[in-house]
């Protein structure tokens, strides 16, 4: 699981709390003292299917980066991506990853998304740079 915050967490059901603080704090390096808040708000972002994110990463030419969002038919969904060289396009692929959205397709382009979604599942979006590599930011939200 990518945790906003930039933490990267394997999580199982199986863990127990104790086993989670142990992963927050080997993977991540946060001092033990903020575990606990971090704890809490992972739990409850599980619980509530988290409806907004941003990420940061890079991707190489030729190489593609996938985020998924899960959302439900008439949710709202808002997009933006943001690189250092303006290199940086997404797009964003319906549930079953056959078809895109309107004006986020392959040749699209897009860098600022915004649209009714119109079924249930989960979205893929798909992000790559233009030109040479790309170090991004993409935010997202669903409301």
Known sequence: MIWPYGLTLMFASDRTREKETLVLHQFAGVRSSIIPTVLL???ACLAIACSKGSFSGSVVRGE???HLVNAKAGQTLDVSI????NN???QIYRPGEKETLPG???TDDAT???GKLPGDGEYVIVVGPTR???TYK????VK
Do not use: D, H, P, Q
Request: without cysteine.
């Open 41 to 43: 708000l992972l739990f």
């Open 64 to 66: 593609r980066a996938r």
């Open 82 to 85: 943001t690189s250092n060289e």
């Open 88 to 90: 940086a396009v997404f």
């Open 104 to 106: 986020a397709g392959e």
């Open 112 to 114: 600022k998304w915004s």
């Open 132 to 134: 040479g590599s790309a």
């Open 138 to 141: 993409i935010t997202y939200s």
